[in-house]
């Protein structure tokens, strides 16, 4: 049962309509206090809400029946309806446990996306998942065992069949963009498209070519017909990489089609519609970049429903020396050489390292030991366990300085070294103070 709360008679008729020609049982409210009657009577499956009511504009009783529905029913999805001009409300009914938001007027194929997802979602709160899931659950590709990795893990199958907007976080190097093919991995979008998208190497001037495409003549440059990211993403999910490194005005832009999966190519008035599911990734702290006014709070809210953060490899150094033979195996492969075999010792050098650059940053030093030798190991300077360090700060500060003098101060080169990109690099030379 859908319970549709709005003071607005033709509101509630539309919905009820729609709903039912999609075989969903509602009930409707036309107050608060008529909603709440009906909250502490009904099971209810999902409720609908407008956050203003009677004559009302300030969304304070809105707020109050969205605390109160939670209190009854905390495991119900709420999504708010609103108009533009209440996004911040919206916004605050999020941080007040609602699941969505729609603007209005709203878009019906949107709008049924929005609540299939929210239905999903509710059924598998509820325990109605099929017993078999876990079995079908694909995770063959992903290396390690350690509890943080494994809570990234079970929340990624818990919502991998949803249509759920999901954002991974965590430092460089540290595997988000598989936790994110993870998910498509095992969605009913399995079949289609997975498309990446690094938004740190896109540049605010072709930011609409690169994702929403162009016509022939749009620009200067525009020699043909291009697609866009989003368009090759249809039917299948797009992995928006990097997503704090945006500009405040691509986020404008980003914002618009992530609430209403349409756009227009540059140089074609004509709207493009499609069916994507958003996946993005930051290791950068978002919600002080909201604080900031850096990273705009509406967006932070839509593309983090669900959040999954993936440790740094120094919290799961149990991980380490399964990746090390993974790897070391992998490169072997590619190679036509020998698999090595390391003894105990050498994984106890490999364990002790800092690891600025994460996984990435093993895999790099893997494979050269297997082409090079251990003697590769005697070049990385810190080799003392973490507890005889002085700190994981000054590991990391040392293992910088290390990749750049090796490197003479050439930047991408010690970058690639530490196995981290060129702005992370730059980070943290700042962070410590380090100069070439």
């Not at 941080?95 to 049924?112: C, E, H, R, S, Y």
């Not at 598989?178 to 991995?185: D, T």
């Amino acid at each position: 049962m859908i319970l549709i709360i709005d003071d607005d008679s033709a509101i509630r008729a539309s919905l009820s309509l729609m709903l039912k020609r999609s075989h969903h049982e509602t009930l409707t409210a036309a107050s608060p206090k008529e909603a709440m009657a009906i909250v502490r009577e009904r099971e209810l499956r999902l409720i609908m809400m407008d956050m203003n009511f009677s004559y009302a504009t300030s969304g304070d009783e809105g707020l109050t029946l969205l605390k109160q529905v939670k209190l009854f029913r905390p495991h119900v999805p709420v999504i708010l309806m609103t108009a533009w001009g209440s996004i911040d409300l919206a916004v605050k009914g999020m941080q007040a446990g609602a699941f969505d938001f729609i603007t209005k007027p709203w878009n019906n194929v949107v709008l049924m996306q929005r609540i299939e997802t929210a239905l999903e979602m509710s059924a598998m709160t509820a325990g109605k998942e099929k017993e078999s899931a876990e079995e079908e659950f694909d995770r063959s590709f992903i290396i390690g065992e350690s509890r943080g990795l494994m809570e990234a893990i079970e929340t990624a199958r818990r919502i991998s069949k949803t249509n759920a907007a999901v954002l991974i976080t965590g430092e460089s190097g540290t595997g988000k963009e598989l936790i994110a093919e993870l998910i498509h991995r095992n969605s009913r979008r399995k079949s289609a498209p997975f498309v990446k998208v690094n938004l740190g190497g896109v540049s605010q001037s072709l930011f609409e070519s690169e994702m929403f495409g162009h016509k022939k003549g749009a620009f200067t440059d525009a020699v043909n017909d291009r697609k866009g990211r989003f368009e090759m993403a249809d039917g299948g999910t797009i992995f928006l990489d990097e997503i704090g490194e945006l500009d405040l005005s691509c986020q404008v832009k980003l914002l618009r089609v992530l609430q209403e999966q349409q756009f227009e190519p540059l140089g074609d008035s004509r709207t493009r519609q499609v069916d994507i599911r958003i996946v993005s990734a930051t290791n950068a702290d978002l919600a002080q970049m909201v604080n900031d006014k850096s990273f705009r709070e509406d967006l932070f809210y839509r593309i983090n429903l669900i959040t999954i953060h993936l440790p740094p490899l120094r919290e799961r150094r149990e991980d380490i020396p399964l990746l090390v033979r993974h790897f070391a195996e992998d490169a072997a492969k590619r190679n036509g050489i020998a698999p090595a075999e390391f003894p105990e010792e050498t994984m106890q050098r490999f364990a002790a390292l800092p690891y600025p650059g994460n996984i990435r940053e093993l895999k790099n030093l893997v494979e050269r030991v297997v082409l090079v030798g251990e003697s590769v190991l005697d070049d990385v300077t810190l080799t003392s366990l973490p507890e005889q360090a002085t700190g994981l700060h000054d590991m990391e500060r040392q293992a910088v300085e290390a990749a750049l003098r090796k490197c003479e101060g050439n930047i991408s080169q010690a970058a690639e070294l530490l196995g981290i990109s060129r702005p992370a690099l730059y980070r943290r030379m700042e962070k410590y103070g380090i100069t070439k």
